[in-house]
Protein backbone atom coordinates (compact mmCIF):
# COMPACT_ATOMS: atom_id res chain seq x y z
CA UNK A 1 0.00 0.00 0.00
CA UNK A 2 0.99 2.98 -0.58
CA UNK A 3 1.42 6.41 0.89
CA UNK A 4 -1.46 7.91 -1.32
CA UNK A 5 -3.41 4.79 0.25
CA UNK A 6 -2.73 4.66 3.00
CA UNK A 7 -3.42 7.92 3.96
CA UNK A 8 -7.17 8.07 2.23
CA UNK A 9 -7.38 4.82 4.71
CA UNK A 10 -6.63 6.86 7.87
CA UNK A 11 -8.78 9.93 6.95
CA UNK A 12 -11.68 7.44 6.37
CA UNK A 13 -10.93 6.11 9.46
CA UNK A 14 -10.82 9.44 11.32
CA UNK A 15 -13.78 10.63 9.17
CA UNK A 16 -15.76 7.31 10.38
CA UNK A 17 -14.72 7.96 14.33
CA UNK A 18 -15.59 11.24 14.32
CA UNK A 19 -19.21 10.77 12.68
CA UNK A 20 -20.27 8.20 14.72
CA UNK A 21 -19.55 9.85 17.64
CA UNK A 22 -21.13 12.77 16.76
CA UNK A 23 -24.53 10.68 15.76
CA UNK A 24 -23.71 8.36 18.52
CA UNK A 25 -26.85 6.94 20.27
CA UNK A 26 -27.71 3.82 22.30
CA UNK A 27 -28.40 0.97 20.42
CA UNK A 28 -28.98 -2.92 21.17
CA UNK A 29 -28.58 -5.39 18.13
CA UNK A 30 -27.94 -9.00 19.37
CA UNK A 31 -27.46 -11.96 16.84
CA UNK A 32 -30.27 -13.61 15.92
CA UNK A 33 -28.75 -16.76 18.05
CA UNK A 34 -25.99 -16.83 19.48
CA UNK A 35 -22.87 -18.40 17.49
CA UNK A 36 -22.79 -21.32 20.15
CA UNK A 37 -25.37 -23.15 18.68
CA UNK A 38 -24.09 -22.65 15.50
CA UNK A 39 -24.42 -26.31 13.54
CA UNK A 40 -21.44 -28.49 12.89
CA UNK A 41 -22.88 -29.99 10.09
CA UNK A 42 -23.43 -28.07 6.89
CA UNK A 43 -24.96 -29.98 4.00
CA UNK A 44 -21.99 -32.68 3.51
CA UNK A 45 -19.42 -30.90 5.65
CA UNK A 46 -18.76 -31.73 8.85
CA UNK A 47 -16.89 -28.91 11.02
CA UNK A 48 -15.43 -29.16 14.55
CA UNK A 49 -14.32 -25.78 16.34
CA UNK A 50 -11.80 -24.70 17.41
CA UNK A 51 -10.87 -21.19 19.35
CA UNK A 52 -7.89 -18.60 18.90
CA UNK A 53 -6.19 -17.47 21.30
CA UNK A 54 -8.05 -15.01 24.07
CA UNK A 55 -5.62 -12.14 23.28
CA UNK A 56 -6.58 -12.20 19.47
CA UNK A 57 -10.29 -11.81 20.81
CA UNK A 58 -9.64 -8.70 22.61
CA UNK A 59 -7.71 -7.61 19.79
CA UNK A 60 -10.62 -8.22 17.00
CA UNK A 61 -13.10 -7.15 20.17
CA UNK A 62 -16.27 -9.11 18.62
CA UNK A 63 -19.61 -9.36 20.80
CA UNK A 64 -19.84 -13.52 19.52
CA UNK A 65 -18.32 -15.12 16.67
CA UNK A 66 -17.97 -18.57 15.23
CA UNK A 67 -14.39 -20.60 13.72
CA UNK A 68 -14.19 -23.62 12.66
CA UNK A 69 -12.73 -26.35 9.99
CA UNK A 70 -15.31 -27.77 8.10
CA UNK A 71 -14.59 -31.35 5.79
CA UNK A 72 -16.69 -33.13 3.19
CA UNK A 73 -15.75 -36.19 1.52
CA UNK A 74 -12.99 -35.81 -1.56
CA UNK A 75 -12.66 -32.31 -0.23
CA UNK A 76 -9.59 -30.19 1.38
CA UNK A 77 -10.63 -28.48 4.66
CA UNK A 78 -12.23 -25.44 4.98
CA UNK A 79 -11.60 -22.86 7.80
CA UNK A 80 -14.69 -20.94 8.67
CA UNK A 81 -14.80 -17.56 10.70
CA UNK A 82 -17.43 -15.28 11.56
CA UNK A 83 -17.38 -12.18 13.90
CA UNK A 84 -20.21 -10.13 15.25
CA UNK A 85 -20.09 -6.59 16.14
CA UNK A 86 -23.18 -5.42 18.44
CA UNK A 87 -22.14 -1.83 18.03
CA UNK A 88 -18.80 0.31 16.27
CA UNK A 89 -19.78 3.19 17.85
CA UNK A 90 -16.92 2.84 20.64
CA UNK A 91 -13.61 2.38 18.09
CA UNK A 92 -14.54 -1.65 17.87
CA UNK A 93 -14.68 -1.66 14.18
CA UNK A 94 -14.10 -4.77 11.87
CA UNK A 95 -10.54 -5.44 10.84
CA UNK A 96 -10.13 -5.69 7.80
CA UNK A 97 -7.96 -8.94 6.63
CA UNK A 98 -5.51 -7.20 4.32
CA UNK A 99 -3.77 -5.72 7.37
CA UNK A 100 -4.20 -8.89 9.70
CA UNK A 101 -3.96 -12.12 7.76
CA UNK A 102 -0.76 -11.89 6.58
CA UNK A 103 1.42 -13.29 9.44
CA UNK A 104 3.15 -16.87 10.08
CA UNK A 105 5.32 -16.74 6.73
CA UNK A 106 1.92 -16.20 4.57
CA UNK A 107 1.72 -13.27 2.21
CA UNK A 108 -1.17 -12.05 -0.24
CA UNK A 109 -0.17 -12.24 -3.27
CA UNK A 110 -3.13 -11.41 -5.20
CA UNK A 111 -6.50 -9.47 -3.98
CA UNK A 112 -9.28 -9.63 -6.60
CA UNK A 113 -13.14 -9.03 -6.58
CA UNK A 114 -14.95 -12.38 -6.97
CA UNK A 115 -18.77 -13.06 -8.14
CA UNK A 116 -20.84 -15.04 -5.85
CA UNK A 117 -24.00 -16.40 -7.34
CA UNK A 118 -26.39 -17.88 -4.23
CA UNK A 119 -29.59 -19.26 -4.36
CA UNK A 120 -31.24 -16.50 -2.38
CA UNK A 121 -33.37 -14.97 -4.94
CA UNK A 122 -30.69 -12.66 -5.74
CA UNK A 123 -30.72 -11.85 -10.05
CA UNK A 124 -27.02 -11.01 -10.11
CA UNK A 125 -23.85 -12.14 -8.51
CA UNK A 126 -22.69 -11.28 -5.08
CA UNK A 127 -19.20 -9.93 -5.00
CA UNK A 128 -16.69 -10.61 -2.29
CA UNK A 129 -13.35 -10.61 -2.05
CA UNK A 130 -10.58 -13.28 -2.98
CA UNK A 131 -7.11 -13.00 -1.14
CA UNK A 132 -4.36 -15.80 -2.59
CA UNK A 133 -1.97 -16.04 -0.01
CA UNK A 134 1.79 -18.35 -0.32
CA UNK A 135 4.16 -19.50 1.92
CA UNK A 136 7.31 -20.93 0.13
CA UNK A 137 5.59 -23.53 -2.20
CA UNK A 138 1.98 -23.57 -0.21
CA UNK A 139 -0.76 -21.68 -1.34
CA UNK A 140 -4.30 -20.97 0.58
CA UNK A 141 -7.03 -19.02 -1.21
CA UNK A 142 -9.28 -16.96 1.30
CA UNK A 143 -13.14 -15.62 0.37
CA UNK A 144 -14.58 -13.17 2.85
CA UNK A 145 -17.10 -10.42 2.77
CA UNK A 146 -19.09 -7.87 5.43
CA UNK A 147 -22.31 -9.39 5.92
CA UNK A 148 -23.83 -5.93 8.02
CA UNK A 149 -27.61 -4.82 8.27
CA UNK A 150 -28.79 -6.39 5.27
CA UNK A 151 -25.71 -6.09 2.92
CA UNK A 152 -23.21 -8.31 1.40
CA UNK A 153 -20.41 -5.99 0.70
CA UNK A 154 -17.22 -6.21 -0.91
CA UNK A 155 -15.22 -3.10 -0.20
CA UNK A 156 -13.90 -1.78 3.02
CA UNK A 157 -14.35 1.59 1.91
CA UNK A 158 -18.09 1.42 1.33
CA UNK A 159 -17.99 -0.69 4.36
CA UNK A 160 -17.39 2.39 6.30
CA UNK A 161 -19.63 4.73 4.36
CA UNK A 162 -22.70 1.59 4.60
CA UNK A 163 -21.59 2.06 8.49
CA UNK A 164 -21.73 5.95 8.90
CA UNK A 165 -25.45 5.86 6.95
CA UNK A 166 -26.82 3.28 8.41
CA UNK A 167 -25.67 5.00 11.88
CA UNK A 168 -27.69 8.38 11.05
CA UNK A 169 -30.14 6.79 9.18
CA UNK A 170 -31.69 3.48 11.32
CA UNK A 171 -28.93 4.01 14.39
CA UNK A 172 -27.18 0.86 13.61
CA UNK A 173 -23.82 0.07 13.66
CA UNK A 174 -23.85 -3.75 14.47
CA UNK A 175 -22.02 -5.93 11.43
CA UNK A 176 -20.30 -8.99 10.68
CA UNK A 177 -17.22 -10.94 9.11
CA UNK A 178 -17.40 -13.86 7.24
CA UNK A 179 -13.86 -15.35 6.18
CA UNK A 180 -13.44 -18.81 4.13
CA UNK A 181 -9.95 -20.35 3.66
CA UNK A 182 -8.71 -23.40 2.09
CA UNK A 183 -5.27 -25.15 0.99
CA UNK A 184 -4.36 -25.02 -2.56
CA UNK A 185 -4.16 -28.80 -3.08
CA UNK A 186 -4.40 -29.57 -6.93
CA UNK A 187 -4.79 -25.94 -8.39
CA UNK A 188 -6.41 -22.57 -7.45
CA UNK A 189 -9.17 -23.38 -9.63
CA UNK A 190 -10.24 -26.21 -7.70
CA UNK A 191 -10.19 -24.42 -4.34
CA UNK A 192 -12.15 -21.57 -5.29
CA UNK A 193 -14.98 -23.98 -6.38
CA UNK A 194 -14.85 -25.48 -3.20
CA UNK A 195 -14.62 -22.26 -1.44
CA UNK A 196 -18.02 -21.37 -3.33
CA UNK A 197 -19.65 -24.49 -2.97
CA UNK A 198 -19.15 -24.06 1.08
CA UNK A 199 -20.17 -20.89 1.08
CA UNK A 200 -23.79 -21.61 -1.52
CA UNK A 201 -24.51 -24.41 1.62
CA UNK A 202 -23.05 -21.58 4.15
CA UNK A 203 -25.31 -18.58 3.24
CA UNK A 204 -28.29 -19.69 4.50
CA UNK A 205 -27.82 -20.73 7.95
CA UNK A 206 -25.58 -17.50 8.40
CA UNK A 207 -29.06 -15.82 7.29
CA UNK A 208 -30.79 -17.55 10.80
CA UNK A 209 -27.93 -15.43 13.13
CA UNK A 210 -26.84 -12.18 11.43
CA UNK A 211 -29.75 -9.59 12.00
CA UNK A 212 -30.65 -8.27 8.69
Not at 114 to 140: C, F, M, W, Y
Request: glycine letters at 6%; aromatic letters at 14%; charged letters at 20%.
Amino acid sequence: MNWKNTLAATSIMILTFGLLTYFSHPEIIAVNKPFSTFPSQIGQWKGVEERFDEKIYQVLGVDDSFFAYYRAPHEPWVNLYIGFYASQREGELIHSPKNCMPGGGWNIIEIAIEPLRLNDGAVTDHQIIKLVLQNGSSKQISLYWYQSRGRIISSEYMQKIYLVWDAITRNRTDGSFVRLIAPVVVNEEQTLATLKNFARDLFPIIQEYIPS
